[in-house]
């Protein structure tokens, strides 16, 4: 690897770091360019957690350049004790994205690499079997049939207090399911008895399900 520079001391780097705020646009410029060159030691330092990215070293320091650049553009002397700190995060924060950023683009390629071929021959990706699917109206049917059955069990088979209990559980009003703390508040009573509550109403319902076995419901019963 590259041998880098050795980093400035916290005098010669507090030096340039308040250069950078000089009127004189040539010792601003000298100021970033030793903060940047004096640091790349540390870049190299944390490319070096990412060799196992599958990514060229080269590649690394390069991104992470990048980071330590910005680094230097925002650091603020009297909110930071020192350089080295505040750039490794930015580093460290510009490797990450660039990381997330390929492998957000290697999924998407993905969806469109060719997968097979279909009855006549023609090649296709993920992209097209995954747009093909469409729902099965005989399991829609048959499970907006047995919520018909549960809803008319509920009223045949619960007490109101019951009722209640189940509704605001598991949100059967079409609302969010509800924690049994939440539940014993808004009734005014104990956790632990919202807790017995539906317990003795699930039974009743399997139950009341076993009954219905013939119905063809009897492997819907375990979501109830």
Not at 15 to 24: F, G, S, T, V
Not at 112 to 117: A, D, K, N, S, V
């Amino acid at each position: 690897m590259k041998t880098f520079q050795k980093p400035l001391s916290k005098e010669e780097e507090g030096l340039c770091i308040r250069a950078l705020q000089d009127e004189d646009a040539g010792r601003r410029s000298e100021a970033k360019r030793l903060l940047i060159e004096r640091n790349l030691r540390l870049v190299a330092h944390i490319a070096k957690k990412y060799t196992n990215a599958d990514e060229e070293m080269e590649d690394l320091i390069s991104i992470g350049t990048i980071g330590l650049i910005k680094a230097v553009d925002s650091f603020d002397l009297h909110k930071n004790s020192r350089l080295a700190s505040y750039a490794a995060r930015c580093i460290d924060n510009e490797l990450l994205m660039m990381l997330r950023g390929k492998k957000k683009i290697s999924r998407e390629v993905s969806l469109f690499e060719p997968i097979g071929t279909d009855r006549e021959g023609n090649e296709i990706s993920l992209l097209d079997v995954m747009e093909q699917q469409q729902p099965d109206i005989v399991e829609e049917m048959e499970k907006a049939r047995c919520l018909g059955l549960l809803y008319g069990l509920m009223e045949t088979e619960l007490t109101l207090r019951e009722r209640e209990v189940l509704t605001l559980r598991y949100g059967l009003s079409g609302g969010r399911e509800v924690t049994q703390k939440e539940i014993g508040e808004k009734l005014g009573i104990s956790r632990s008895y919202v807790s017995r509550i539906e317990k003795k109403a699930l039974l009743k319902m399997k139950a009341g399900f076993g009954k219905l076995e013939e119905s063809g419901c009897k492997k819907n019963r375990g979501n109830v």
